[in-house]
């Protein structure tokens, strides 16, 4: 039977292409004995007390609507979180949002903010959504490169020659998907200068804050006179392994959570009522298992590193999240080609990086959210795979 639904599709849905990383993680799904370092995904379960929280909610018959913003007693808790443990303080009435997944977040923080034709400067490599999302919004990503040659941390001084009369604002995320590079206070306090001078909002995803391993945490609200030009975006997913919960959260100056949550009252209503008191049990109980996470992810991302570096792909040492990034640059192969030969050959599943934009081209990210003994056997297969093909 022939589709004749098409034309009514809008043109600038046609436009957009599918998500990269979905496309390979759907191949390697109708394949057999495939490991995937694919899907940014923690391979633990949440806490058990989360999900038992969750439970005793719907026992005792919480199941209605919250209010827009989420429940005051998560967005309260949550408040208390972000000043001890970011030293950033948030009114948890007017200026925290409960979200649908950080995605959502970031989806309306764009929706609230920008006007047709304004522009908004994007870190790449970066996390497959965020130019189709200003793309949506009526705005134009403007794309600034992160080299290898500084550990793909961007510097203030590129941000600053991207800037133009149409800039609207900064996205970033740090630590960063799919490099896992995480900027320190000094790179901070220089793009903060750039925000300052030229009077610009920045959109920071702050998703990966607690899998940063080898320094603390600083968020770009925290950072002198930035609260006021801050939308913070996070979540539970990560750091709490609650991806499929979808639960995040936004934490800005009242006007901006104002606006956002006008969008979202329009188009979700709330996030689900049963995930926001699992995350009220995560905030309130659940720390030792993030460390307890944390710490096995450091452990896969030294063992991983250091055997990608071994076999021949040069690999920097990142910052935080839970992915590496090696260059395959030496195969002679494009990303694409690499990613599709790797997986019919060895079976190992990883993402090309030109997925996360052009500068990611020549790269693979591969995710370590998986068990030590997947990372061995995955590793020893690209070994193999590589035997004949490093010129």
């Known amino acids: ?78 408040s208390s979180f972000l000043e001890t443990s970011y030293q950033v303080s948030y009114d948890a009435e007017k200026q925290l949002l409960i979200t649908v997944g950080a995605s959502q977040a970031i989806d309306i923080a764009f929706r609230a903010i920008i006007n047709p034709g304004d522009e908004v400067i994007v870190v790449e490599p970066s996390f497959v959504s965020y130019a189709p999302t200003i793309k949506l919004a009526g705005g134009e990503p403007v794309v600034v490169e992160a080299t290898e040659e500084f550990a793909f941390k961007i510097q203030a001084s590129q941000i600053e020659q991207a800037i133009t009369n149409k800039t609207k604002a900064i996205l970033i995320c740090s630590p960063n998907n799919p490099t896992g590079a995480a900027l320190g206070l000094d ?85 689900p009522t049963m995930a926001q008191y699992g995350a009220l049990e995560a905030l309130r109980n659940s720390q030792s298992s993030v460390i307890e996470m944390k710490n096995s992810y450091r452990q896969r991302r030294n063992y991983v590193v250091k055997a990608l570096n071994e076999m021949g792909l040069p690999c920097h040492m990142p910052g935080g999240a839970f992915y590496v990034f090696p260059s395959i640059k030496e195969t002679g192969m494009t990303s694409e080609e690499f990613a599709e030969a790797l997986l019919n050959e060895q079976r190992v599943a990883v993402v090309p990086g030109h997925v996360f934009g052009e500068s990611g081209e020549g790269y693979v990210r591969c995710s370590y959210a998986t068990s030590m003994k997947q990372l061995t056997e995955a590793m020893q297969r690209m070994k193999i795979f590589l035997k004949d093909k490093i010129k």
């Open 1 to 78: 039977m022939i589709d004749h639904s098409a034309h009514f599709i809008a043109d600038h849905i046609h436009e957009l292409k599918p998500s990269g990383i979905r496309r390979f993680f759907d191949l390697a799904s109708k394949m057999d004995n495939v490991i995937s370092l694919g899907v940014g995904e923690p391979d633990f379960v949440t806490p058990w007390n989360v999900i038992e929280a969750s439970f005793h909610s719907l026992e005792l018959g919480y199941t209605a609507y919250t209010a827009n913003a989420g429940l005051l007693e998560l967005r309260q808790e949550l």
């Open 187 to 271: 790179e901070l306090n220089q793009i903060a200068r750039v925000v300052e001078e030229h009077d610009l909002l920045v959109v920071s995803d702050e998703i990966y804050a607690d899998l940063l391993y080898d320094e603390s945490f600083t968020s770009f609200a925290s950072i002198e006179n930035m609260k006021k030009r801050t939308i913070l975006i996070s979540g539970f997913s990560k750091a709490f392994a609650m991806t499929g919960w979808r639960l995040g959260y936004a934490a800005a100056p009242e006007a901006i959570i104002a606006a956002m949550t006008k969008i979202h009252q329009y188009t979700i209503m709330c996030a």
